[in-house]
């Protein structure tokens, strides 16, 4: 770059160069920044311009510190320990693909200075992680946020894993969408099904082809339970495994030890009492498929009380798992 055009641009890049490679303890002198102004971009600058440039960015807001070792970004909208907690969530998303991962994670380590990325080694691990491989999955929350918006359904394919370990088409579906749902790691889009007549979870990795419908959605009010829209608390609490049958009252024993977990699954909105020694009795109210799978989980410690139907369940596949492990393989 060359002539007056590129001084005009001096106040920016300033900036830029202070929020690339300066913080407190890599602050950058005068010298330093009129050095890398024509180094970076071709521009020079005299000392003094830089410093009535930098004197220009404080006043427009930017939070930069100057002592005798020189000049820095003393805040940034982020903090170094709020991007790693960012750049942990993503990597520990099994719902983003491993590139996505790798871009976003990319995009965050941006936001801050150059020292910042020599600090954050597991962004390069990656690839380690277990990921979907699915990467539908930006496209299809553009599709739902705008059909939500819109108020009209979308159609999609779910699919499941085959014994290839490739996803495979299990069924067409045509739904209300209502709401994109992160729970247990997972994206789960809730819609309501006309064809089951009920509210669905389907896994947001697991769709494919998604597309908008022309029919106009179901209104989410009209539905039994939804009168009041979505009660997000009660939902995290009473499905957790995302199942869709109607949440009943559930009096379980549960051993002492596996309270931090109790709590972690279903919330503090349950009743919780001490039993016999080292037990508690808990009353909530949640799926019975959902409990059915959680109460085998812990099958050492929990003992379901009620609903007698469900407590049935559990004793047949208890019975049916006694019978394969009868014998020696």
Known sequence: MDGFEPKKLALIRIW?????????DHPLTQEDIAAKLENEYGITLERKAV????????????????????????SREFEDSELRLLIDSVLSSRHITAKHSLELINKLC????????????????VNDWSKTENPSLF????????????????????????????????????VSPYQLILHNQRYYLMAYSEYW?????????RITNMRFHDKKAV?????????????????????????????????????????????????????????????LRITLKASPNAMKHWAMQYIDHVEILRPESLRD?????LETASQKYSNDV
């Open 313 to 317: 369940r559990i004793r047949q596949s």
């Open 219 to 279: 209104q989410l009010r009209t539905l039994t339970g939804y009168e009041n829209g979505i009660d997000y608390k009660k939902l995290s609490s009473a499905m957790p495994y995302m199942y869709t049958d109607e949440p009943a009252h559930i009096e379980f024993i549960a051993d002492e030890v596996i309270t931090d977990d109790i709590i972690d699954w279903f919330g503090h909105d349950i009743f919780m009492e001490k039993a016999e020694s080292g037990k």
């Open 16 to 24: 830029q160069i202070l929020k690339d490679h300066s913080d407190c």
């Open 110 to 125: 941006n936001l801050t200075n150059r020292y910042f990325r020599s600090h954050v080694k597991n962004i390069y691990s």
């Open 51 to 74: 410093s009535r440039n930098i004197s220009l960015l404080r006043e427009a807001g930017i939070d930069i510190e100057s002592s005798r070792a020189g000049s820095y970004i003393e």
């Open 139 to 174: 496209y299809n929350i553009e599709i739902v946020d705008t059909a939500i918006e819109q108020g009209i359904q979308v159609s999609y394919s779910y699919n499941k894993y085959g014994i290839d370990k490739d996803l495979h088409k299990t069924s067409s579906q045509i």
């Open 197 to 205: 007549g009920n509210m669905v979870f389907h896994r947001l990795d």
